[in-house]
């Protein structure tokens, strides 16, 4: 057992931040470093971890406010998808851009990058075996809203009829926050529940998805 996984609430709006390390090389990726730097530098070295890089789902505020931070004292790469990269502001030429199918390796792991459209243009999600870190694309019982700039709500209905429900159904969900009475569920359970998976029609989808959501 040398993979390390963490999943850790921070901030004030709800948002997981996770951790996934390698303990034979002590390498740590840190995925969407926000609100509490010294919290997450805490857990790295008190499991003798170097954070070694970012992986960025989307370039809301609340999922990258502390890449700054981060970028003072680590010498961190930073992986974000392509299309999120203008988005951003500061760090811009630090990040190494990503598309769909890339492969990110973490020590001896390796994290699979899923672009995963609608919730903003370059949202992306990250499958770790049987561990995806959806962001802000996929909740329990929930969806990211649409309605902020780069969010498409036809794009998201896309993004789950072709890519997410193509998923082997046994992996676990691990959303950006914690908005729900579980932590993480399995996509199969959630293929069940989520009303936004259960969509009958893009039609049906599109009456769903309402401004409005708490989430950024
Ligand atoms: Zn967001
Ligand atoms: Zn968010």
Redesign the pocket.
């Known amino acids: 057992m040398s993979l390390f996984f963490q999943q850790v609430p921070l901030g004030p709006m709800a948002n997981y931040v996770y951790l996934i390390g390698d303990h034979a090389c002590k390498e740590l990726a840190v995925i969407d470093p926000a609100w509490d730097i010294a919290a997450i530098r805490k857990i790295a070295s008190e499991h003798g971890f170097t954070i070694t890089s970012a992986l960025i789902t989307?370039g809301?505020p609340?999922?990258i406010n502390a890449v700054e931070d981060l970028l003072q004292q680590e010498n961190a790469k930073v992986y974000m998808h392509k299309d999120e990269v203008p988005w951003i502001e500061g760090w811009k030429e630090t990040a190494i851009a990503t598309g769909h199918g890339d492969a990110i390796n973490i020590g001896q792991y390796t994290v699979q990058v899923i672009h995963t459209p609608g919730?903003?243009e370059g949202s992306q999600c990250f499958l770790l075996g049987d561990k995806m870190l959806s962001?802000?694309t996929l909740f329990i019982d929930g969806c990211?809203r649409t309605d902020?700039p780069g969010g498409n709500a036809e794009k998201l209905y896309y993004t789950f009829t072709d890519i997410i429900k193509n998923l082997p159904a046994d992996i676990m969900i691990y959303p950006?926050h914690d908005y729900a009475h579980d932590k993480c569920q399995r996509l199969s359970q959630q293929l069940q529940t989520n009303p936004y998976l259960r969509a009958h029609s893009k039609q049906d989808f599109l009456s769903m998805v309402q401004p409005g959501f708490k989430?950024?």
């Open positions: 989307h809301h609340d999922h919730h903003t962001g802000d990211g902020l950006g989430s950024l």
